[in-house]
T-cell receptor, first 111, second 112 residues
Framework: KNEVEQSPQNLTAQEGEFITINCSYS?????LHWLQQHPGGGIVSLFM?????KKHGRLIATINIQEKHSSLHITASHPRDSAVYIC?????????????WGAGTKLIIKP | DTAVSQTPKYLVTQMGNDKSIKCEQN?????MYWYKQDSKKFLKIMFS???????INETVPNRFSPKSPDKAHLNLHINSLELGDSAVYFC???????????FGPGTRLTVL
């Protein structure tokens, strides 16, 4: 069974800092998702990737398949980036394409 | 236009009651999901429907039953509500199984 671990669990930083959130998984995957849950509760899909790197605005997601590791970076962080960031992986062995979810990283950006 | 909508947003009810939460997506997606997020903020898959067929049914109590009248709707019925059912329930949809998921705003259920 795939285990998904995120680090850190909690992260507080000053506005403008470069942020890195990590996600590690234990077995091979076919895809990895990064999602954001706002303080109000809404969940938004940020990235889905299976190799390399994706960029959207100030957000960058990378994945290293060999090391079973992904990172989510936020450049020039802003208080509105404060949210919980969740990593989820899909196993190619699961015919139901079920996602295995990490526990999330709570990010607080102080002005 | 809202892509994935849920009603109601808040639901407060007594133990033993039966309630339903509705979900609709206007994205033309083939797959819809129900998740439960408990107080520890873990997201747990409950059900998934693909082309009106149940494809995932995790070990949830049979008091919970999904109903899909058509591809755009997946409603969640809960019978004999218990205190432990209190949580936020999220509906989601994806174009096909395993593709990017789009989430509804969530329904906060409180059982008294």
């Amino acid at each position: 069974k795939n285990e998904v671990e995120q680090s850190p669990q909690n992260l507080t930083a000053q506005e403008g800092e470069f942020i890195t959130i990590n996600c590690s998984y234990s077995v091979g995957i076919s895809a990895l998702h990064w999602l954001q849950q706002h303080p109000g509760g809404g969940i938004v899909s940020l990235f889905m990737l299976s190799s390399g790197k994706k960029k959207h605005g100030r957000l960058i997601a990378t994945i290293n398949i060999q090391e079973k590791h992904s990172s989510l970076h936020i450049t020039a962080s802003h208080p509105r980036d404060s949210a919980v960031y969740i990593c989820a992986v899909r196993s190619p062995m699961d015919s139901n394409y079920q996602l295995i979810w990490g526990a999330g990283t709570k990010l607080i950006i102080k002005p | 236009d809202t892509a994935v909508s849920q009603t109601p947003k808040y639901l407060v009810t007594q133990m033993g009651n039966d309630k339903s939460i509705k979900c609709e997506q206007n994205l033309g997606h083939d797959t819809m999901y129900w998740y439960k997020q408990d107080s520890k903020k873990f997201l747990k898959i409950m059900f998934s429907y693909n082309n009106k067929e149940l494809i995932i049914n995790e070990t949830v109590p049979n008091r919970f039953s999904p109903k899909s009248p058509d591809k755009a709707h997946l409603n969640l019925h809960i019978n004999s509500l218990e205190l432990g059912d209190s949580a936020v329930y999220f509906c989601a949809s994806s174009q096909w199984r395993g593709s990017e998921q789009f989430f509804g705003p969530g329904t906060r259920l409180t059982v008294l």
